[in-house]
């Protein structure tokens, strides 16, 4: 069975740029979550979705990220403009129940 | 609030010996809790899971972990470490409250030396 697939897995871009990281949950998984990775602040929850419904996006910095679910087997998380402190991995989970999560082998973003 | 405290940041073991990562946790009601492992590069995978039920949990590769709840503790073990079990690995507390947000602590780094 196919996991979790996310694209790109590595992004270099210059500060001011759009960037787009997209991810395609398990099958039949109703939840999905996206994290990001840091040395400083380790996994953190950025947004969550049931049923392509955005649930929970108190963990999103700012306003210049937003994240979709327009149908149950596609999601994009859109960082516009981006900056250097954007740098990290990000990770899409998706989940059955919303508790065990099944993670994809993560965007690393690097911002210049 | 959610939160999970690893105290240890990195811990190295030598093959063949066994290994205990300790986990804390803080939630007002009955947690869930999950171990999961990073290898470099890669996802996160998960260990197992304790939701409730018999306080002793068995995962995959040979793990298990023991939920205390007057320690508010979550601690991994295995017998005998591999030295493929060199990764990172990361307690988790998910509510079963008010929402699905997991919380991952900060992480600690296995190193295997021969």
């Known amino acids: 069975d196919a996991g979790v697939i996310q694209s790109p897995r590595h992004e270099v871009t210059e500060m001011g740029q759009e960037v787009t990281l997209r991810c395609k949950p398990i099958s039949g998984h109703d939840y999905l979550f996206w994290y990001r990775q840091t040395m400083m602040r380790g996994l953190e929850l950025l947004i969550y979705f049931n049923n392509n419904v955005p649930i929970d996006d108190s963990g999103m910095p700012e306003d210049r990220f937003s994240a979709k679910m327009p149908n149950a087997s596609f999601s994009t998380l859109k960082i516009q403009p981006s900056e250097p402190r954007d740098s990290a991995v990000y990770f899409c989970a998706s989940s059955l129940n919303g508790r065990e999560l099944f993670f994809g082998e993560g965007s690393r973003l690097t911002v210049l | 609030a959610q939160s999970v405290t690893q105290p240890d940041i990195h811990i190295t073991v030598s093959e063949g010996a066994s290994l205990e990562l300790r986990c804390n946790y803080s939630?007002?009601?009955?947690?869930?809790l999950f171990w999961y492992v990073q290898s470099p590069g890669q996802g996160l995978q998960l260990l197992l899971k304790?939701?409730?039920?018999?306080?002793l949990v068995q995962g995959i590769k040979g793990f298990e972990a023991e939920f205390k709840r007057s320690q508010s503790s979550f601690n991994l073990r295995k017998p005998s470490v591999h030295w493929s079990d060199a990764a990172e690995y990361f307690c988790a507390v998910g509510g079963n409250t008010g929402g699905f947000k997991t919380i991952f602590g900060a992480g600690t780094r296995l190193f295997v030396k021969a």
């Open positions: 304790y939701f409730s039920g018999d306080t």
């Open positions: 939630y007002g009601a009955t947690p869930y």
